[in-house]
């Protein structure tokens, strides 16, 4: 089971990036996927989660209104639209999978991409 993610790169304040984490069937599947980063000295925090239908969606506090989650899954693939970047937006972004956890905690979810990092300057 893999996921990789890409999309990251250096960005000015007040601009956009779109990540993408792509994986197999067996990996999406039915599940619920979502978007995490961590940040430097910091512990992995949620971002997004969106469930396979795409008919729900939650965010972190930070994130909302200024980020979007979606899925194409006969892609197999998210997507986190990010607009309107900080500074302190800048981490590593991982997209992972849910194994029936609760969806805005890192322990819920079972299989991991490999980061991709976000640098936002101002």
């Known amino acids: 089971v893999q996921l990789q993610a890409s999309g990251g790169g250096l960005v000015q304040a007040g601009g956009s990036l779109r990540l993408s984490c792509a994986g197999s069937?067996?990996?999406?599947?039915?599940?619920?996927m979502g978007w995490f980063r961590q940040a430097p000295g910091k512990e992995r925090e949620f971002v997004a989660a969106?469930?396979?239908?795409?008919?729900?969606?939650d965010y972190a506090d930070f994130a909302k209104g200024r980020f979007t989650i979606s899925r194409d899954n006969a892609k197999n693939t998210v997507y986190l639209q990010m607009n309107s970047l900080k500074r302190e937006d800048t981490a590593v972004y991982y997209c992972?999978?849910?194994?029936?956890?609760?969806?805005?905690?890192?322990?819920?979810?079972?299989?991991w991409g490999q980061g991709t990092q976000v640098t936002v300057s101002s």
């Open positions: 992972a999978r849910n194994n029936g956890g609760i969806y805005n905690r890192a322990a819920g979810y079972d299989y």
């Open positions: 069937r067996r990996t999406f599947g039915d599940y619920v």
């Open positions: 969106i469930n396979w239908r795409g008919s729900w969606a």
